[in-house]
């Protein structure tokens, strides 16, 4: 992308942490987020790329910005907490919080295991609170700037909403991040804090798995309007736009991002 089109850094002299940006969507806003100016926590269990490549954090420096590698596991609430206090001790203050990381085990209701129930609840919805909460308690100790002393963006799934065929616990994590944007952003409005969410349609990352199951894209041809599947520069640049100033007088939405998925 052409340096001319950040020629307006839209999070200069932010600290943002994106969990889950070693690979795919996470991956891409977090790269977005440092070629607009953000000193960049990559938080992930691994620095591998599941879709090939050099590391988030390597290509982010290849290409001028600022970023570091946290090792976290979001389920692990103390790991969340020493995420966010590394990020605090570096840098100052964290003015943006991404909650990206997630896991998959697709099974339909009868063969699901409770173990890999409670693993995705774990990483998928508990490690999206406790890195909420964690973000919030910081965001509460600081002083306001461009009219929050934070800003939280979710990520959650058109699945919150509707069926994710054989896929119960995906979609019953991503309608919990749904309810907790809501709740965090009217709870914490009046203290100057912004939480809200993004929805992604049928994305292709490049990784491989169920994600190419023929079944799979053929319902999500069917099911999307627009000419083409999404990618994650497109979720990216929504997750850009929430985590702005731009955007200070919207908290509390489930921002869809599903080429018109959900309006079919």
Partial sequence: MPDAAFTERRLAGQTCIVTGAASGIGRAIARLFARHGAQVVVADVSETV??????????????????????????????????????????????????????????????????????????????????????ARQMLTQEIRDEARGRIVNLSSQHGMIAAPEDIAYGVSKAGIAYLTQQIAADYAADHIIC????????????????????????????????????????????????SAEASYITGINLMVDGGWMAA
């Fill in 196 to 243: 809200n969410a993004v929805a992604p349609g049928k994305i292709v990352t490049g990784q491989g798995g169920r994600l190419l199951d023929e079944a799979v894209l053929d319902r999500a041809r069917r099911r999307t309007p627009w000419p083409r599947f999404g990618r994650p520069d497109d979720v990216a640049n929504a997750a850009l736009f929430l985590a």
């Fill in 50 to 135: 599941l879709e090939g490549g050099a590391p988030t954090v390597a290509t982010i420096l290849e290409d001028g910005g600022q970023a570091i590698f946290r090792h976290t596991d979001v389920s692990d609430e103390a790991a969340v907490r020493a995420l966010v206090d590394t990020t605090v001790e570096r840098f100052g203050r964290l003015d943006v919080m991404v909650n990206n990381a997630c896991i998959r085990h697709a099974r339909r209701l009868t063969e699901m295991d409770r173990g890999d129930w409670d693993r995705m609840m774990a990483v998928n919805l508990t490690g999206v609170f406790l890195c909420c909460r964690e973000a």
